[in-house]
């Protein structure tokens, strides 16, 4: 059985080569990802990414570090390289929380001048509350009458 298997593939080899040599067969290259820690392939990288981030890809990675003993100079390299992720990570993280400090404190910002005019504002009231309105001779007070008003004031005469 397992010649037949055998003389298949070979078969199949041969005709493979004669039609690539006659034009018939167009050769298309397919992007293959392996993870050589697992010995599987994936079609595309996120099927790759998923699988780094598997369990059982885990587990296998431990397994074949403890197996593999590595040099004391490629053991410094990978120290420094996953020290000098771990920094790039906690400054990002560092950068984000001043820009949502800044962002808070511009709002604050904001909310304090809102008050201080409407403070501002609310004491100038007071002020011409206070003071009595003074007209010269022949003068009169304008005043704003709503159309509703004018109307009312109308069908009272």
Do not use: W
Not at 31 to 41: D, F, H, N
Request: a negative charge.
């Amino acid at each position: 059985m397992r010649k037949y298997r055998e003389e298949i593939a070979q078969r199949y080899a041969q005709e493979e080569e004669e039609a690539l040599a006659n034009g018939d067969i167009e050769e298309v290259m397919v992007e293959e990802y392996r993870c050589e820690v697992c010995k599987k392939l994936f079609k595309n990288t996120k099927q790759m990414d998923n699988h780094l981030q598997s369990k059982k890809h885990k587990d296998n990675y431990a397994r074949f570090k403890e197996s593999v003993e590595l040099d004391d100079e490629t053991e410094q390299v990978i120290k420094e390289e996953e020290e000098k992720k771990q920094s790039e990570i906690e400054e990002e993280q560092r950068r984000l929380r001043e820009e949502k400090l800044k962002e808070i404190e511009s709002m604050q910002k904001k909310k304090t001048r809102k008050a201080k005019k409407n403070d501002s504002d609310q004491e100038e009231v007071k002020q011409e509350e206070e003071e009595p309105t003074v007209f010269k001779e022949g003068e009169e007070e304008e005043q704003y009458i709503s159309k509703n008003k004018l109307k009312k004031m109308k069908e009272k005469e």
